[in-house]
T-cell receptor, first 119, second 114 residues
Framework: DQQVKQNSPSLSVQEGRISILNCDYT??????FLWYKKYPAEGPTFLISISSIKDKNEDGRFTVFLNKSAKHLSLHIVPSQPGDSAVYFCAASGAPGQDSGAGSYQLTFGKGTKLSVIP | DSGVTQTPKHLITATGQRVTLRCSPRSGDLSVYWYQQSLDQGLQFLIQYYNGEERAKGNILERFSAQQFPDLHSELNLSSLELGDSALYFC?????????????FGEGSRLTVL
């Protein structure tokens, strides 16, 4: 049972255009959502997050939108750059510390979307 | 560089064998998490330790075990290995009660079981 779904395994976008990566979740207890970026031969690195009390969070070229009623979130990258080419993972959890005690933060990850930005 | 160190980076072994993966968390981080990424799969949460004690368990097989030592480094032990255990194993750490929920991942240990 996949609680976090990224239905597009891959996405190709021209440099300078917008990249939109989508993520759906099924667990209504999820309260906090994150995007991680992963380059080959490296570990995932945190990109941006959003809590359920917001519907949008922006950080430079990266914006995450959350539609709680639809259980859907998306990551927008504008403008896309070749260096953005990587695998993007969507992740979700309950509110920090509520999963199983202080210091606990279990993230449920999607399978990832491979973004290719074409120069 | 996330500050999380994992060794070895690559490991090739045979079915039925046992291996140990090692993780040193970022300085000051008390929580260590282990994740498994199999081919075409997302990261599957295995287990979490907090300040030396097991805090949460995910989809970890009984053949697998982990521990966190007083110096906060952690080891993941995989025994009676099967072909399907071939995967990337990531360790991550964060500070206790981190408000952002951000995990810092190591580069992973790639295990190949032949």
């Amino acid at each position: 049972d996949q609680q976090v779904k990224q239905n597009s395994p891959s996405l190709s976008v021209q440099e300078g255009r917008i990249s939109i990566l989508n993520c759906d979740y099924t667990n209504s207890m999820f309260d906090y959502f994150l995007w991680y970026k992963k380059y080959p031969a490296e570990g995932p690195t945190f990109l941006i997050s959003i809590s359920s009390i917001k519907d949008k969070n922006e950080d430079g070229r990266f914006t995450v939108f959350l539609n709680k009623s639809a259980k859907h979130l998306s990551l927008h990258i504008v403008p896309s750059q070749p260096g953005d080419s990587a695998v993007y993972f969507c992740a979700a959890s309950g509110a920090p510390g509520q999963d199983s005690g202080a210091g606990s933060y279990q993230l449920t990850f999607g399978k990832g979307t491979k973004l290719s930005v074409i120069p | 560089d996330s500050g999380v160190t994992q060794t070895p980076k690559h490991l090739i072994t045979a079915t039925g064998q046992r291996v140990t993966l090692r993780c040193s968390p970022r300085s000051g981080d008390l929580s260590v998490y282990w994740y498994q990424q199999s081919l075409d799969q997302g990261l599957q949460f295995l287990i979490q330790y907090y300040n030396g004690e097991e805090r949460a368990k995910g989809n970890i097989l009984e053949r697998f075990s982990a521990q966190q030592f007083p110096d906060l480094h952690s080891e993941l032990n995989l025994s009676s290995l099967e072909l399907g255990d071939s995967a990337l194993y990531f360790c991550a750490s964060n500070r206790a009660g981190g408000s952002t929920g951000e995990l810092f991942f190591g580069e992973g240990s790639r295990l190949t079981v032949l």
